[in-house]
Each structure stands twice: as structure tokens, then as C-alpha cells.
């Protein structure tokens, strides 16, 4: 994951993940998973960037801790894909939409 921040919202991250997991037309309840907790992360990840921009400067502690909260939806979402044991294709392609969106 490279180190740009913010760019996009995350709001529009989790859009294309939805996209993503409504291409088949279909949400599986798997997928379901994946994007309730993908919503929270997501959540607390604009919680922390306004919070952040509030003096008008993402200072170096700031964006560390945004990187972190980015690393921690993509393995969070792993670990709800993987929670049964099992990684579905639909799965691995929120989870691979999901990598690519993040490293933009």
C-alpha cells in the first residue's frame, strides 16, 4: 500500500468495493459480511481524517496513523472473508477491489 492520503474519500472506496460485489448481481452473504465491517472501518477512518484536518494539516503522526487505519479495513476485511475457513472467488475479488482502491 503505497502512502497517499487522502485523495479520495473512503466513502468512494467502499462504493467501488459495492460495485464490485453487486457485478454478478448478486450480494452473498459473505460479501454482506465483508461490506458491514468494511462500513464500520470506514467510519472510523473519516472520523480520524476530520479530525485530523481540523488545523488544516495532516502532520506526520496524523497520516501514520490514517496509513494504520487503512492497513487495518484491508485486514479486517481478510478476516472476516476468511472467518468461516474458506475464501470464496466472490470474496477474494471484494478483497483484491478492495487492495486496489486503497493503494490509489
Known sequence: MTEKLP????AEYLKAVVKEAKKDGTITPDEYDILKQLSFDVAEYTMALEDAQKDGIIDGTEKEQLLALKTKLLDNA???ANADGVVT?????????????LDQ
Open 89 to 101: 472467488a466472490d470474496e477474494l475479488a471484494l478483497l483484491e477491489k478492495l487492495a486496489e482502491v
Open 7 to 10: 485523495g479520495h474519500t473512503l
Open 78 to 80: 481478510r478476516e472476516v
